[in-house]
């Protein structure tokens, strides 16, 4: 049987009937020995850059390719929520088989993102940070809390 286990995509082992394919087999090693350790932005940065150079793709990994792909992948997680009551979504994670279809989709956006940082040299964590700073001066607690308002109509 064969088997795909995916970890953000490029963190990859497929295994038939016991044997690992040698093109996963650098990678392969972190799913045998996982941890509950949860890599950090910097290490998956890098292990999107590393999947991407070993198949010879930064030819097509443009800024502009990049943002079409994470509106294209951003559309099929939403589509997955498409015709769904409000209500009904947050059952949606909870079953396993619709759980697995939005983490494929929320792992490709997300590895975009982290290529989209690497093309254009960005650091992900500190654009994190800079933009939770900015949201907290946008929408202080006192004022948002429990509403759902824009900041100019916050007052």
């Not at 972190?30 to 010879?56: G, H, I, N, Q, Y």
């Not at 930064?58 to 502009?64: G, V």
């Not at 040299?121 to 900015?134: M, S, T, W």
Request: with cysteine; proline share 5%.
């Amino acid at each position: 049987m064969l088997r795909t286990y995916c970890i953000l995509h490029f963190s990859v082992t497929v295994a038939l009937g016991g044997f690992v394919f040698p093109d996963v087999d650098r990678l392969s090693g972190f799913m045998k020995t996982r941890k509950p350790k949860k890599p950090d932005l910097d290490e998956l940065s890098r292990e999107v850059m590393a999947f991407a150079e070993d198949r010879e793709w930064l030819q097509f990994h443009t800024p502009k390719n990049l943002s079409m792909a994470i509106a294209s992948e951003s559309a099929e997680l939403m589509e997955l929520f498409l015709w769904c009551e409000s209500h009904d979504s947050r059952a949606l994670p909870e079953d396993s088989e619709s759980r697995a279809r939005i983490e494929e989709e929320l792992a490709d956006i997300l590895i975009y993102s982290l290529q989209m940082a690497n093309i254009a040299g960005i650091d992900p964590g500190q654009a994190i940070r800079n933009k939770l700073e900015v949201n907290a001066r946008k929408y202080p607690v006192g004022l948002c809390r429990g509403r759902s308002l824009k900041a100019a109509q916050l007052g």
